[in-house]
C-alpha cells in the first residue's frame, strides 16, 4: 500500500510540474516549451513513436486493466 502511494505521489508530482512549465511557457510565450512541442519532437523519429507507444500501453495495462 505504501508502494502504491508513492507511486501516486510521483505521477501526481509529476502533472503538476507539467502543468507549471506550460503556465510558465505561456505566460512568457516561449512556444517551444510547451509539452505538445516536446511530444511533436519525439514524435518526429521512429524510436520516439515506439517508445511513446510502449510507454502508452504499459499505462494501459497497468492503470486500465487491473
Known amino acids: 500500500m505504501v508502494g502504491q ?3 501516486l505521489s510521483g505521477y501526481a508530482a ?3 510540474l507539467a502543468v507549471t512549465r506550460v ?4 505566460r512568457t510565450g516561449r512556444a ?4 505538445t512541442a516536446y511530444l511533436a519532437t ?3 523519429h521512429r524510436l520516439g513513436r515506439c517508445l ?7 499505462v494501459g495495462w497497468h492503470f486500465f486493466v487491473r
Open 5 to 7: 502511494a508513492a507511486i
Open 23 to 26: 503556465l510558465h511557457a505561456h
Open 52 to 58: 511513446v507507444l510502449l510507454l502508452w500501453m504499459w
Open 14 to 16: 509529476l502533472v503538476v
Open 32 to 35: 517551444g516549451s510547451t509539452p
Open 42 to 44: 519525439v514524435m518526429s
